[in-house]
């Protein structure tokens, strides 16, 4: 009788984790095995010269043993993403976007600004079809935020939703250091399609 009730609770348990898609798509969120599902970072022309750099730390991360590192020396805009870039998507799909992000005692935004965006790029194919920006708020804007930033030195949540556009079957998704100097710490970046 015990083994029949233990299998039925398992069996349910089993069902219900399928149901609620709550494992974010994008693997090693909080970069545990550090570069290892993480592409080399994406530094334009402009930023070449700032001393941008991407690097993993132990001190206080917000989960596990480790965090991301985005720091710069002087003024920079460069992006990390997960390696793979491209995700497939459905049309009209609901995403949602987590991270973690805790300002360094050294990080300067440089003014109108934001510092910190998440980029996403909707694909059609290989093609951009559009982008979303979310900044550390959470708000998802069409273009980049010009608002200066004023990012918190405590490990704070950024969380938003976006809805695939009808023309989109993929999105990339990186992580913008936005004009800054400084020392950015990021942790748990999770990609969430979600049921509808
Ligand atoms: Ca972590």
Not at 47 to 70: D, K, L, R
Not at 138 to 160: C, D, F, M, N, Y
Request: aromatic content about 12%; hydrophobic content about 40%.
């Amino acid at each position: 009788m015990m083994k029949t009730i233990f299998l039925l609770a398992f069996g349910l348990a089993t069902h219900s984790l399928q149901l609620s898609a709550s494992t974010p798509v994008n693997v090693d969120p909080g970069f545990e095995a550090k570069g290892e599902w993480w592409a080399k970072p994406f530094i334009p022309q402009d930023s070449e010269n700032s001393g941008a750099a991407f690097y993993f730390s132990n001190q206080q991360p917000h989960s596990g043993e480790v965090c991301a590192v985005m720091a710069a020396t002087e003024d920079a805009r460069f992006a990390i993403s997960p390696k793979g870039g491209r995700i497939a998507v459905e049309p009209g799909q609901v995403i949602e976007f987590s991270v973690w992000i805790k300002a360094g005692n050294d990080f300067m935004i440089k003014d109108g600004t934001p510092g910190f965006i998440i980029r996403i790029d909707y694909l059609q194919g290989d093609n951009t079809v559009g982008k979303r920006f979310i900044d550390w708020e959470g708000a998802a804007t069409a273009s980049p935020p010009k608002s200066a930033a004023l990012i918190s030195s405590e490990w704070t949540q950024v969380q938003a939703r976006i809805t695939t556009p009808e023309n989109a079957d993929g999105i990339r998704a990186s992580i913008f250091f936005w004009r800054a100097s400084g020392s950015l710490y990021l942790d748990d970046f999770e990609i969430i399609p979600l049921d509808q």
